[in-house]
T-cell receptor, first 113, second 110 residues
Framework: KQEVTQIPAALSVPEGENLVLNCSFT??????LQWFRQDPGKGLTSLLL?????REQTSGRLNASLDKSSGRSTLYIAASQPGDSATYLC????????????FGTGTRLKVLA | DTGVSQNPRHKITKRGQNVTFRCDPI?????LYWYRQTLGQGPEFLTY????????KSRLLSDRFSAERPKGSFSTLEIQRTEQGDSAMYLC????????FGQGTRLTVV
């Protein structure tokens, strides 16, 4: 059974810092991995999608890497801003016709001005 | 691309009542998902459709829950005889490859 773990559970940093959020998963047979952002009381906003054959994806100040064999992904946020404050969730999408996403519990990020 | 739309955004109901939520996916997406999320937790998978076929249901989805996706377009999630434990955010997503989520329906059972 696929399990997804995210550490740390919460993180508070001063504005301008570079930071890394971690995601690990127990079954490396995944189709893709997606990082999401969630603001309080809102739905999820897709940030980056990494296919199982890819090693990383970049969008603006965000960079996500994937090491499928070790069951790990990281989300790197450069030059953090107060507007980055949110919960960041990673989700893996399984192979063999199981297209459901399994989520971690998220990392709550607070960027202090 | 108008995004995934969910209605209503909020629902307060008395215990024992039935409720129905609607999800309108992105039009060209053939996969549609329902998830449930409680405070401080990640979304939990409920069910998944490929076009109009319901391909997988979580064991979380008791007999009181039913979902449909007629004609492979919009989907509805019905909860019968609601219980206080059903209070949560119900999220819908659609995907072709990347998943896009709606804003959710927050259900409060009083």
């Amino acid at each position: 059974k696929q399990e997804v773990t995210q550490i740390p559970a919460a993180l508070s940093v001063p504005e301008g810092e570079n930071l890394v959020l971690n995601c690990s998963f127990t079954d490396s047979a995944i189709y893709n991995l997606q990082w999401f952002r969630q603001d309080p009381g809102k739905g999820l906003t897709s940030l980056l999608l990494i296919q199982s054959s890819q090693r990383e994806q970049t969008s603006g100040r965000l960079n996500a890497s994937l090491d499928k064999s070790s069951g790990r992904s990281t989300l790197y946020i450069a030059a953090s801003q107060p507007g980055d404050s949110a919960t960041y969730l990673c989700a893996v999408n399984g192979e063999l016709g199981t297209y459901k996403y399994i989520f971690g519990t998220g990392t709550r990020l607070k960027v202090l001005a | 691309d108008t995004g995934v739309s969910q209605n209503p955004r909020h629902k307060i109901t008395k215990r024992g009542q039935n409720v129905t939520f609607r999800c309108d996916p992105i039009s060209e997406h053939n996969r549609l998902y329902w998830y449930r999320q409680t405070l401080g937790q990640g979304p939990e998978f409920l069910t998944y459709f490929q076009n109009e076929a319901q391909l997988e249901k979580s064991r979380l989805l008791s007999d009181r829950f039913s979902a449909e996706r007629p004609k492979g377009s919009f989907s509805t999630l019905e909860i019968q005889r609601t219980e206080q434990g059903d209070s949560a955010m119900y999220l819908c997503a659609s995907s072709h490859d990347k998943a896009f989520f709606g804003q959710g329906t927050r259900l409060t059972v009083v």
